[in-house]
């Protein structure tokens, strides 16, 4: 398993056999045996291959399928931004991991009552879609307001700066999906 994964991200990143094994200073046969799961790596070795592909050594150890992921509820990545009263729980996988490299992220919002979700505006190089699932958001794109009720939604090109707004006096949920990834 772990020679396949070195073979998918070394392939990911065009790089051949011998370009990979003069970065680590090892021999093509040695990594297409580890490809092959001929032999397996040593601690050192597959930590000289992490930094040459430019991932964390743990990607290589986990047991997770690169096809599929299950994120269960009680287990998704919570992210809290200073300066901003939203919680983001991750539905998709995080790129944090560089094994895993989602084309989309799908994030599950609660925002505090009356309160903004940052001091400024803000833009991203990701197209954005919010849909609230609960409560009620006041969009504003540039200069233009949009009311948000349950079930409404909305869809924000890249690069356009925006800022949201709960006036409710109770927590607004909603789904947000950025694709490409931002993380």
């Known amino acids: 398993m772990i020679g396949a994964?070195?073979?998918k991200l070394r392939q990911e990143k065009g790089m051949t056999l011998s370009e990979l094994a003069k970065q680590v200073n090892f021999t093509a046969s040695y990594i297409s045996q580890i490809e092959?799961?001929?032999?397996?790596?040593s601690l050192s070795s597959l930590r000289k291959i992490a930094f040459a592909l430019d991932t964390p050594i743990y990607s290589f150890l986990s047991e997770e399928n690169a096809d599929h992921f299950l994120v269960k509820a009680d287990k998704r990545k919570k992210l809290a931004l200073p300066n901003?009263?939203?919680?983001?729980?991750?539905?998709t996988p995080?790129?944090?991991n560089k094994m895993i490299r989602p084309k989309m992220e799908i994030i599950y919002v609660h925002m505090d009552p009356e309160s903004w979700s940052n001091e400024d505006y803000l833009s991203h190089k990701a197209d954005e879609c919010i849909l609230v699932l609960e409560g009620c958001f006041h969009v504003y794109l540039g200069e233009d307001k949009y009311v948000l009720e349950e079930g409404d939604s909305i869809y924000i090109q890249e690069n356009v700066s925006h800022r949201i707004y709960n006036p409710l006096k109770k927590v607004t949920t909603a789904i947000s999906c950025f694709s490409p990834s931002l993380y």
Not at 36 to 41: D, G, N, V
Not at 84 to 91: D, L
């Open 5 to 7: 994964k070195i073979r």
């Open 36 to 41: 092959r799961s001929i032999i397996e790596p």
């Open 84 to 91: 901003s009263t939203m919680v983001y729980e991750f539905v």
């Open 94 to 96: 995080m790129a944090a």
